[in-house]
């Protein structure tokens, strides 16, 4: 392996595909694990790390979007690419919710999977927590063609349990009227838990964004972004260096 090749897991029911995919990344320069069924490929993330993972769908046992979702529940930052010969759109989508890099269709395209697998690990993962689920899918989706990752909280329970993960997340996009509980008293649970990352306020009612802020500091330095979104300047600030911390 050269000093530049990754650690790649590929994970397929079919033996002579896999190790067809594992000889053109060997001959590219990187290390590469081959298994079976989902179930082997999280009993290897227990123990061991990868670059990435390449994983297909339609498998006996474990289907290939629930071994993901096991696999981020052990390591919440990994990346992970689903092969599929067939269409899966709610799998697909469960995966793309939940962090998946992208997807590739049988038979691969060469071309396509060196690019996924050079390519640079994702710099940031952002948690948007608003309990509209149309906005959430759609900026989910805005996200992802922009390459950035994004997983989604629809309260504040669910993006408690996200954030408490270690190194789940990097950017918070937190919206402040929800229920049952606000994201104004969100953040301040979050406050508690030490935690650092940038944070940047979406919501259509400003005036609750001022209010919010009158009584905390940490809040008023804060960025606000108004609904409907600009999408490219929320990206921007999210490239910035600076990080927002609830602590």
Do not use: W
């Not at 927590?129 to 989706?141: A, E, G, M, N, Q």
């Not at 789940?168 to 406050?191: C, F, N, R, S, T």
């Not at 009612?205 to 209010?211: C, F, K, M, S």
Request: glycine content about 6%; hydrophobic content about 45%; proline content about 5%.
């Amino acid at each position: 392996m050269s000093k530049d090749g990754r650690r790649i897991l590929i994970v397929d029911d079919d033996f002579d595909f896999a190790e067809s995919v594992s000889d053109i990344l060997e001959m590219s320069g990187h290390d590469v694990v081959t298994v079976h069924s989902g179930e082997a490929a999280i009993e290897c993330f227990r123990t061991e790390s990868f670059d990435l993972a390449l994983i297909d769908v339609q498998m006996p046992g474990k289907n290939g979007v629930e071994s993901f979702l096991e696999i981020c529940a052990i390591q919440p930052r990994v990346h992970a690419v689903i092969m599929t010969g067939y269409s899966v759109p709610g799998l697909l989508d469960t995966a793309f919710l939940h962090g998946a890099l992208g997807v590739l269709k049988k038979p691969l395209d060469i071309p396509k999977l060196i690019e996924y697998v050079e390519q640079p690990p994702q710099p940031q993962t952002a948690l948007i927590v608003d309990d509209d689920s149309d906005f959430c899918d759609c900026l989910h989706t805005m996200l992802q063609n922009k390459g950035i990752i994004s997983k989604i909280a629809l309260n504040a329970d669910a993006a408690l349990r996200i954030i408490r993960a270690p190194g789940m997340i990097d950017v918070l996009l937190l919206d402040l009227k929800m229920h049952p509980v606000d994201g104004a008293a969100l953040y301040q649970e979050i406050k508690k838990l030490g935690v650092s990352f940038k944070t940047l306020i979406i919501t259509a009612h400003g005036d609750l964004a001022v209010e919010a802020m009158k009584g905390d500091e940490d809040m008023r330095a804060l960025d606000v972004f108004p609904k409907p979104v600009d999408l490219d300047a929320i990206i921007k600030k999210m490239e910035m260096n600076t990080t927002m911390d609830p602590q």
